[in-house]
């Protein structure tokens, strides 16, 4: 007799029975065939934690054990905490989302490419729709990496209201609100939180995301190094240790990702609101569950329904095809297109050291898979990620 929950969305059901079993096949697989070296993942539906498995190692030389409270270098995961903290802004009328951002930032003021002005809101900083770009999308030479402008991913000495300087003086790649791309936008997000709430960007996320939820292993600083997982870099021959400065390719027109695992563990590194955070699963799922729900205590529903809403709509979204953009991660338009088997509409987000997390509100579905090997673990770029979406929905 199949077991399924009823979600509160909608009258549609995921079934259960095996559905352990499934997820531990794909993992196993994974770990077996040297494309992870550890995993931590955690799927809730309905509310209820139907799965959670810590396996494989944290640090592979060292024979420590992956487990559920390990810290790992969230990398882009983090745009999902402080996209949050600034509609919580939003929310309580401090921030508006098609006010200026120089109202609060008078030096951040990029133009076009033809020298023309433009006006940047925090919409478009959210969705992706500023003109905006990053560096490792461009090549070596490009017009960021002569800025000197940091990822948030690398060591770097300079401050963060200094690489905000630095990304404003390169042109715009568009007209704000006019084209789509991924972007250094939401460093900019964690510069304007930092001059709205008037203290450090670490301070004002925990004030208004961590703190209210019971969120404490995750936030801009590692909390305990015993705890942070290593990271590792995909390979033919498997995962390699990841040295302290690394180039990781991603196809050749780009230079690719600048990675840096001594900077979690520098006290001196600027905050990179986009990529710079530190933390665990279990806080993940916990602000997923929050926003599913429907945004208590921090957000009203209007507000997480504006951060689901495709804002990116009739927009190309490379390196996700089938998919739209909300106001802090991608929303699933076309599951086909997309390549995976998803309900429409799923919000879906990963990072550069091996992670991906999914929400399906139709069906109560909650899911985050934290690895420790960046590419195969993240989303987009990974196999593993897809996988798991296959055995959840099969």
Same mark, same amino acid.
């Given at each position: 007799m199949n077991t399924s929950?009823?979600?509160e969305e909608?009258?549609?059901?995921i079934?259960?029975?095996?559905? #352990?079993?499934?997820?531990d096949?794909?993992?196993?697989m994974?770990i077996a065939?040297? /494309?992870?070296?550890?995993?931590?993942v955690l799927?809730?539906?309905?509310?209820?934690?139907?799965? /959670?498995?810590?396996a494989?190692?944290a640090?592979?030389e060292a024979?420590?054990?992956?487990r559920?409270d390990?810290?790992f270098?969230?990398?882009?995961?983090?745009k999902?905490?402080?996209s949050t903290a600034a509609?919580v802004?939003?929310?309580?009328? /401090?921030?508006?989302?098609?006010?200026?951002?120089?109202?609060?930032?008078?030096?951040?003021r990029?133009?076009?490419a033809?020298?023309?002005?433009?006006?940047?809101?925090?919409?478009?900083l959210l969705?992706h729709?500023?003109g905006?770009?990053?560096g490792?999308l461009e090549?070596?030479d490009g017009?960021?990496h002569?800025?000197g402008?940091?990822d948030?991913?690398?060591?770097?000495?300079?401050?963060l209201?200094?690489n905000i300087?630095?990304?404003?003086?390169?042109p715009l790649l568009?007209? #704000?609100?006019?084209?789509?791309?991924y972007s250094l936008?939401?460093?900019?997000v964690g510069?304007?939180?930092a /001059?709205?709430?008037?203290?450090?960007?670490?301070?004002?996320?925990?004030e208004?995301v961590?703190t209210?939820l019971?969120?404490?292993?995750?936030?801009?600083?590692?909390?305990?190094?015993?705890?942070?997982?290593?990271?590792?870099?995909n390979?033919a021959s498997g995962?390699?240790?990841?040295?302290?400065s690394?180039?990781?390719?991603?196809?050749?027109?780009?230079?690719?990702?600048?990675?840096?695992p001594a900077?979690a563990?520098?006290?001196?590194?600027?905050?990179?609101?986009g990529a710079?955070m530190?933390?665990t699963?279990?806080?993940?799922l916990?602000?997923?569950?929050?926003?599913?729900?429907?945004g208590?205590?921090?957000?009203?529903?209007?507000l997480?329904?504006?951060?689901?809403?495709?804002?990116a709509?009739g927009?190309?979204?490379?390196?996700w #095809?089938g998919?739209g953009?909300?106001?802090?991660?991608?929303?699933?338009?076309?599951p086909?297109?997309?390549?995976?088997a998803?309900? #429409?509409?799923?919000w879906?987000?990963?990072?550069?050291?091996?992670?991906?997390?999914?929400?399906?509100?139709?069906?109560?579905?909650s899911v985050v898979?934290?690895?420790?090997?960046g590419l195969?673990?993240?989303?987009?770029?990974?196999?593993?990620?897809?996988?798991?979406a296959?055995a959840?929905?099969?």
């Amino acid at each position: 007799m199949n077991t399924s929950i009823a979600t509160e969305e909608s009258s549609t059901a995921i079934t259960i029975d095996g559905l #352990p079993d499934r997820i531990d096949a794909v993992i196993d697989m994974a770990i077996a065939e040297q /494309r992870l070296v550890g995993a931590v993942v955690l799927l809730s539906l309905d509310g209820k934690l139907v799965y /959670r498995r810590a396996a494989g190692l944290a640090d592979r030389e060292a024979n420590r054990e992956m487990r559920e409270d390990t810290l790992f270098r969230l990398a882009s995961v983090s745009k999902l905490y402080v996209s949050t903290a600034a509609m919580v802004l939003v929310a309580q009328g /401090r921030l508006a989302l098609d006010e200026p951002v120089d109202t609060w930032l008078a030096d951040f003021r990029p133009k076009l490419a033809d020298g023309s002005s433009a006006r940047i809101t925090l919409r478009h900083l959210l969705s992706h729709t500023s003109g905006l770009g990053y560096g490792f999308l461009e090549p070596a030479d490009g017009p960021y990496h002569r800025a000197g402008v940091s990822d948030g991913m690398d060591l770097s000495d300079i401050s963060l209201e200094e690489n905000i300087r630095r990304i404003a003086s390169v042109p715009l790649l568009f007209q #704000p609100g006019t084209a789509w791309t991924y972007s250094l936008a939401t460093d900019v997000v964690g510069g304007l939180i930092a /001059r709205v709430t008037g203290v450090p960007l670490p301070e004002a996320v925990r004030e208004l995301v961590a703190t209210p939820l019971g969120i404490n292993d995750t936030g801009f600083e590692v909390v305990d190094p015993a705890r942070l997982a290593v990271p590792y870099v995909n390979e033919a021959s498997g995962p390699r240790r990841m040295a302290d400065s690394e180039i990781v390719p991603l196809w050749e027109e780009v230079e690719g990702l600048r990675l840096s695992p001594a900077r979690a563990l520098d006290a001196s590194a600027f905050p990179s609101g986009g990529a710079g955070m530190i933390g665990t699963a279990g806080d993940t799922l916990r602000i997923l569950e929050i926003l599913r729900r429907g945004g208590a205590p921090l957000l009203p529903t209007e507000l997480v329904g504006e951060m689901a809403t495709d804002h990116a709509a009739g927009m190309d979204l490379a390196p996700w #095809p089938g998919r739209g953009f909300g106001l802090g991660f991608t929303i699933l338009r076309d599951p086909f297109a997309a390549g995976f088997a998803e309900t #429409p509409g799923t919000w879906r987000m990963g990072g550069a050291y091996g992670h991906s997390w999914s929400v399906d509100r139709e069906k109560g579905l909650s899911v985050v898979a934290f690895t420790n090997a960046g590419l195969e673990g993240q989303s987009p770029g990974g196999r593993f990620p897809d996988e798991l979406a296959q055995a959840i929905y099969a």
